[in-house]
């Protein structure tokens, strides 16, 4: 018996068989450990955000709220996720750097509990659509510190960004609560840049952020009801990197938190997570449609490839670094050759691994994709070359729940409309 991947005992050939290839395998044992493993070990004072922008899937939205996320979201159809995912609005921020009218309209006619604003012209349309609705709007300030983050896989502040209002600026806008009477100024958010694996460098920028949340609120003259720490906590994916350990990174964070929390007991403390909470319950499962060589290198031409993993390709790196993969149907066979795997996309750049140490690949064998769960499709060309996104599937106390459809021509074509060149009727004509 050749040992096969499973996922709380459904095997992956079942999972194939069942749902189709290419697949996203999301565990939920391993959504519930990583957000207890943090939670359980975090100060109680900091609330847990699952920022929905790492996998927008309802249903992973509603279970990881289930264990006690709330939700971070960017879009209106984000905002409608986390809401009908039953997330209370209570426990629902807005955030991001061009929010339409109808997103900030849709924050304020929801009730949602922060508008986090990137700039001052957008405080100044919060305050009419608040004034419109004769309500006051709740507004965070997202903050561009000086400071710049060590270490971090993709920088957010601390440099020339579209993201937050500058820290020297804010700093000079002491007329905001007068300017803006229909903006409820309540709180401060920051957030640095994603990919951090440094225990010490995400304590370093929580207490910093901190700080500078208490100066910013005294120079405001603002209550401070919240503050929001960012996170950008990574998982490692390749090698040489190492993941985060939850119990020396909330030994660094507790006190800070307790400190602050001590000085100010009615402050929301919020710490925003996507990647990390998600990421490693995912799966990529591809079928591999041929194998050949070229020049003295093997290839495994996959059914799936970077338009639904876009990321495998490689993350702020010119080195292409491969995820980790295994021939999931044959995890006992040593790996003994390398192996590009790659999809079914007309262009090189459909590498979804390079020379990955591998067992012999054959025809109909599945390849997976570990730490897959963010990222994924979301972030991914899905409509290049017409192939759709594909099916996803939760398991979850040992069942299995698929939770998006794969795509069918018919999804992908009917939001086309056929201009016929030999009819003469011109619909659109401008006037
Ligand atoms: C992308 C983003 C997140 C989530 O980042 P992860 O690295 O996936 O945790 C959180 N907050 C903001 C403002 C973001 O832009």
Redesign the pocket.
């Known amino acids: 018996m050749t040992r096969e991947f499973q996922v709380q005992g459904v095997r992956v050939s079942e999972l194939a068989r069942r749902y189709g290839t290419p697949l996203f395998v999301y565990d939920g044992t391993v959504l519930r450990d990583r957000f207890h493993g943090l939670r359980d070990r975090l100060h109680p004072a900091m609330e847990i955000f699952y920022?929905l922008?790492?996998n927008p899937n309802i249903s992973i939205c509603a279970l990881l709220h289930s264990f006690g996320a709330r939700a971070?979201v960017s879009s209106l159809v984000e905002l409608t996720t986390a809401l009908r995912a039953g997330v209370p609005p209570q426990q629902v921020i807005f955030?991001g750097p061009g929010k339409s009218r109808q997103e900030l309209a849709a924050c304020l006619d929801t009730g949602i509990y922060a508008v986090v604003c990137e700039s001052i012209p957008e405080v100044a349309l919060v305050d009419e659509l608040a004034r419109e609705r004769g309500v006051k709007a709740p507004v965070a300030l997202r903050v561009n510190p000086r400071f710049a983050v060590k270490r971090s896989g993709l920088a957010?502040g601390g440099r020339p960004r579209q993201f937050g209002i500058d820290e020297e600026e804010l700093f000079g806008q002491t007329d905001l609560v007068k300017r803006f009477p229909d903006v409820d100024l309540m709180g401060v958010q920051v957030?640095m840049g994603?990919?951090i694996l440094h225990e010490t460098v995400i304590v370093e920028n929580t207490t910093r952020i901190l700080d500078l949340a208490e100066r910013l609120s005294d120079a405001l003259s603002i209550e401070l009801r919240m503050v929001d720490v960012?996170?950008?906590?990574?998982v490692s994916y390749f090698d040489g990197e190492s993941d985060l350990d939850a119990q020396v990174l909330t030994d660094g964070l507790n006190p800070v938190i307790e400190d602050f929390t001590a000085r100010h007991p009615g402050t929301r403390m919020i710490m925003?997570?996507?990647?990390?909470l998600t990421a490693e319950a995912g799966t990529y499962v591809m079928g591999v449609r041929y194998t050949k060589t070229s020049m003295g290198e093997r290839f495994a031409v996959a059914d799936g490839g970077t338009h639904h993993h876009m990321a495998a390709v490689g993350i702020g790196s010119f080195v292409k670094r491969n995820f980790p993969m295994a021939v999931l149907n044959r995890l006992d066979e040593p790996a003994t050759e390398e192996w590009n795997v790659t999809g079914p996309l007309c262009t090189p750049g459909d590498t979804i691994g390079k020379k990955v140490p591998l067992p012999p690949v054959r025809p109909g064998d599945l390849i997976g994709v570990h730490r897959s769960g963010?990222y994924g499709p979301t972030a991914s060309p899905g409509l290049f070359l017409g192939h759709g996104y594909p099916a996803e599937v939760l398991v979850h106390e040992g069942r299995c729940h698929l939770v998006r459809e794969r795509d069918r021509p018919d999804d992908l074509l009917q939001r086309q409309r056929l201009y016929d060149p030999t009819a003469h009727d011109a619909a659109d004509v401008p006037h």
């Open positions: 920022s922008k790492a971070e955030l957010m957030y994603t990919r960012g996170g950008g906590l990574g925003e997570l996507g990647r990390y963010a």
